[in-house]
């Protein structure tokens, strides 16, 4: 099939649950398609975040140029709307390159915010902000049930960041919190070229559980160790990165190794879990379901036929 013409190619966007294997089917995308990788989470951003975020390795940064990943230290801030414009900027690169973009990764907020912006919510209040981080969680949480019921039955109440933001944005302006509609005609522009990877429950779960063993392998209690040394602890947003978080309390002596592996598996699951029902609700996907047995690079080789399509239409 004949490539389409650089100026006209549509990033392609690649989304699905930790450890589906989105970053090796990006890889083989990338040769097939020529083109260049932007990082679609939001833990790889901070540097030496490496092992605990599955980080490409050098190697894979050689062979396929990656972007928007060791953008900032771990003491250092970085949200949605930096990456909006971050990602932006990458892709037009790419794209002037005469390359494909193939924006990969896990993070919804991060997608929604590259494809239609992000909420008109206030700006952060640091003296609120104070504030609240020294309310326990169960009484913000009873706050927000009580100020924005729909907000407290689909956020993450195990992550005091995001429930602390909720509270603060209802404080500030005396609303619940607004989910931004997609807007129905940028959405459109990218059908064809949204896919999902999904695996069954129980074919998901053996590669998290293999994943967080291999992570421990290599050396994640280590990195931890230096990454406290270096101020991870004091950065909120970072510290919520799966694995550092647990490794940080099993130093702290809350946990005993063992106690702690199994307990990334649990949140590691529950995440990715979170992250389908997210996908599934609120991006327009084609879906491929992989089973153990398939092939990466067949995967892609599909992907990219109705990519090509898609732009040749």
Same mark, same amino acid.
Request: aromatic share 6%; proline share 5%.
């Given at each position: ?5 650089? &100026? ?52 894979? /940064? ?5 972007? *928007? ?74 706050? *927000? ?8 039955? $689909? ?15 209802? $404080? ?24 999902? *990877? ?6 998901? /779960? ?65 995440? &990715? ?19 153990? &047995?398939?092939?990466? &690079? ?6 990219? /036929? ?8």
């Amino acid at each position: 099939m004949k490539q389409p013409n650089a &100026a006209r190619m549509t990033p392609l966007l690649l989304a699905g649950p930790t450890a589906v294997g989105k970053s090796q089917v990006a890889l083989l995308l990338a040769e097939e398609l020529d083109g260049e990788i932007i990082s679609v989470d939001s833990m790889p951003v901070y540097r030496g975040l490496d092992i605990g975020t599955a980080k490409p390795s050098a190697a894979e /940064r050689v062979r396929i140029p990656h972007h *928007l990943i060791d953008v900032v230290e771990v003491t250092e801030s970085f949200d949605a709307a930096r990456y909006t414009v971050s990602a932006h900027e990458a892709v037009a690169a790419v794209q002037a390159r005469g390359k494909v973009p193939i924006l990969c990764g896990g993070t919804g907020l991060y997608f929604k915010a590259f494809l239609v912006g992000l909420d008109d919510a206030p700006p952060a209040s640091p003296a609120l902000r104070a504030k609240l981080q020294s309310v326990p969680l169960p009484e913000l949480l009873s706050e *927000l049930a009580t100020g924005d019921p729909e907000t407290y039955a $689909r956020i993450d109440q195990k992550n005091p960041r995001r429930v602390i933001r909720a509270v603060e944005i209802i $404080r500030l302006t005396g609303k619940p919190v607004q989910r931004a509609a997609w807007s129905v005609e940028r959405e459109s522009s990218a059908s064809g070229c949204a896919f999902g *990877l999904s695996r069954s429950s129980g074919d998901l /779960r053996r590669r998290i559980d293999g994943r967080v063993d291999e992570m421990f392998r290599l050396g994640l209690v280590a990195e931890t160790e230096r990454l406290l040394e270096c101020g991870l602890a004091q950065n909120p947003a970072a510290m919520q990165a799966l694995g550092y978080r647990q490794v940080a309390e099993h130093l702290r002596g809350q946990r005993c190794l063992t106690e702690t592996i199994e307990l990334v598996k649990i949140r590691t699951r529950q995440f &990715a879990k979170r992250q389908m029902t997210w996908f599934k609700r609120q991006m327009r996907l084609s879906w491929l379901n992989l089973a153990p &047995a398939d092939s990466l &690079a067949d995967s892609a080789i599909v992907i990219a /036929r109705e990519w090509k399509k898609a732009q040749n239409a």
